[in-house]
């Protein structure tokens, strides 16, 4: 195993209770998945990422307010759109 590093371990889940994506060859019949529970779909121009409230957690990020600043962090990391 390797030795990862950073402040947050982020696990991604493609599965969920929402419709199953298209990824340009036709909608997907099925997910396996045994990662979890953060969720990435793609949508218009990008995708949507659903964080799980553990994501916050590990980051000692409890209150509303904390977890706004947080996510504020995690968007000024994305590139800008045209």
């Known amino acids: 195993a390797d030795n990862?590093?950073?402040d947050i371990m982020l696990s991604i889940n493609n599965?969920?209770?929402?419709?199953?994506?298209?990824?340009?060859?036709?909608?997907?019949?099925?997910v396996l998945t045994n990662a979890g529970p953060t969720l990435l779909l793609p949508a218009k121009g990008g995708i949507e990422v659903y964080l799980d409230n553990?994501?916050?957690?590990?980051?000692?990020?409890?209150?509303?307010?904390?977890q706004q600043k947080a996510a504020e962090s995690l968007r000024s990391y994305l590139p800008k759109s045209a």
């Open 4 to 6: 990862l590093e950073g």
């Open 15 to 30: 599965s969920s209770k929402r419709q199953l994506p298209d990824f340009g060859t036709g909608r997907c019949q099925s």
């Open 54 to 66: 553990s994501v916050f957690r590990s980051a000692k990020c409890y209150s509303t307010s904390s």
